[in-house]
């Protein structure tokens, strides 16, 4: 079956450190890949996708790269900020699934001190 | 734009009441879906619907009935409520069900406990 595994938190770090938050997927075929960020209080954003191999998603200095071969999309950011804790979540979408249905991984929260 | 709005923020109810969660969006996305989290589980689908008029099961959707009502509008009932039902619920939208880059816009969610 499809799922996500993302490694557990919580992360804590220092502001101006390098974050990498790390996640792995099991999808039949290849999948889009996704990180989603959730502020606190706040419902999920979209925050990168990837939809095919070594593609990289970028934003808002996150990036993350769509490997095939280690079916991983790791989350990565060179300089952390405290406007940067909340939880991610990385998801996929299955390709030619009837749906755009997202399977989530268990989220990781991310805690930056000044 | 509002997005997607979700009413009520937080609701408490005790074993065996019944309520209905709100859902709406100003998108004019086709899509909507109904998701609860729960610690430690991630995100999981209860119902979507595809396109108004239709509506599927997800990944846990016993305890649960949905209602796509119009385009912009669709419910989530929970008719005899269960502590196991304790949890944040998320709706989303997207313009279309299917599609590579279809986005799903999240709405605030409603912190429900069932007592």
């Known amino acids: 079956g499809n799922s996500v595994t993302q490694m557990e938190g919580p992360v804590t770090l220092s502001e101006e450190a390098f974050l990498t938050i790390n996640c792995t997927y099991t999808a039949t075929g290849y999948p889009s890949l996704f990180w989603y960020v959730q502020y606190p209080g706040e419902g999920l954003q979209l925050l990168l996708k990837?939809?095919?191999?070594?593609d990289k998603g970028s934003n808002k200095g996150f990036e993350a790269t769509y490997r095939k071969e280690t079916t991983s999309f790791h989350l990565e950011k060179g300089s952390v900020q405290v406007s940067d804790s909340a939880v991610y979540f990385c998801a996929l979408t299955p390709r030619g699934g009837a749906t755009n249905k997202l399977i989530f991984g268990t989220g990781t929260l991310l805690a930056v001190q000044p | 734009n509002a997005g997607v709005t979700q009413t009520p923020k937080f609701q408490v109810l005790k074993t065996g009441q019944s309520m209905t969660l709100q859902c709406a969006q100003d998108?004019?996305?086709?899509?909507m879906y109904w998701y609860r989290q729960d610690p430690g589980m991630g995100l999981r689908l209860i119902y979507y619907s595809a396109s108004e008029g239709t509506t599927d099961k997800g990944e846990v959707p016993n305890g649960y009935n949905v209602s796509r009502l119009n385009k912009r509008e669709f419910s989530l009932r929970l008719e005899s409520a269960a502590p196991s039902q304790t949890s944040v619920y998320f709706c989303?939208?997207?313009?279309?069900?299917?599609?590579?880059?279809?986005?799903?816009?999240f709405g605030p969610g409603t912190r429900l406990t069932v007592l």
């Open positions: 998108m004019n996305h086709n899509s």
């Open positions: 989303a939208s997207s313009e279309h069900a299917l599609g590579l880059l279809n986005e799903q816009f």
């Open positions: 990837a939809t095919k191999a070594d």
